[in-house]
């Protein structure tokens, strides 16, 4: 199994038997509920989706994964979404097969899904690796495997004395406390649970990786074990375990 990071997307590629291009969080329609808070930007849907499909051209995957929040709303569908969305799905069909997990923004998008497109929420493994949202407990069929997960949409932010000297889209590669999730130790595969937290395709979204430790809001971030955790760029660069970007509250 081989992982290739796409900086310019973010996305992966993950390589087994099959090809599989994997995204998270794009989050279409994201701009109408900005403008509903007063923040007014012209959809970005277009160029998005643009980004997306250049990287399918380029990558030429058996599979298109996407890891939900493909829409943004909730509890309903906004009149951006209703308009877009039936063309970009059908844009991304026509040029790859789609397997979509849904997340917790994908209220009703079932009627502009296939019914072989709809992967079960609490996750699926595809040719050896687990897949899911991330906003549920996962399926304890997940054990043993690498899950690779969206709806964190982790960020690094490094600081120096003047300010912030970095902030990038990253990975989140950590163990996690299988016990407490449901799970066996390590499965059927004998080898132990790992959890890889996708950054987000959609270019505004983001949260502080070190939030998501210290606030965490899903049972997989709640059962992270922080001492089996390291971050890497979104385009691959391996910046080194969690606790060497944790400030030390002594200085």
Excluded: W
């Amino acid at each position: 199994m081989n992982l290739e990071f796409i900086g310019d997307g973010p996305a992966l590629v993950v390589t087994g038997e099959e090809r599989y291009l994997v995204a998270a969080d794009l989050h279409f329609g994201i701009e109408a509920d900005l403008a509903a808070h007063g923040l007014h930007f012209r959809s970005r849907s277009r160029a998005r989706l643009e980004r997306l499909l250049a990287i399918v051209e380029r990558v030429d995957p058996d599979g298109l994964v996407l890891l939900g929040d493909v829409k943004h709303s909730i509890p309903s569908i906004t009149r951006q979404e209703y308009f877009e969305l039936p063309r970009i799905l059908s844009t991304l069909r026509d040029r790859v097969p789609l397997r979509v997990f849904p997340g917790n923004h994908d209220i009703g998008i079932e009627r502009y899904l296939r019914p072989d497109e709809i992967c079960a929420k609490e996750g699926e493994i595809i040719d050896g690796i687990g897949y899911l949202h991330g906003h549920m407990y996962p399926s304890p069929d997940l054990a043993g495997h690498l899950i690779i997960v969206g709806h964190h949409h982790p960020l690094l932010s490094l600081h120096d004395e003047v300010g912030c000297a970095l902030q990038s889209p990253a990975y989140l590669r950590a163990g996690v406390n299988t016990t407490a999730l449901g799970m066996a130790e390590q499965g059927e595969t004998g080898m132990p649970t790992r959890v890889l937290f996708m950054p987000s395709f959609n270019e505004i979204a983001g949260y502080d990786i070190l939030q998501i430790i210290r606030n965490p809001t899903s049972p997989l971030s709640r059962h992270i074990i922080t001492e089996e955790s390291e971050i890497i760029l979104a385009d691959g660069t391996y910046i080194g375990p969690l606790k060497s970007v944790i400030p030390d509250e002594s200085d």
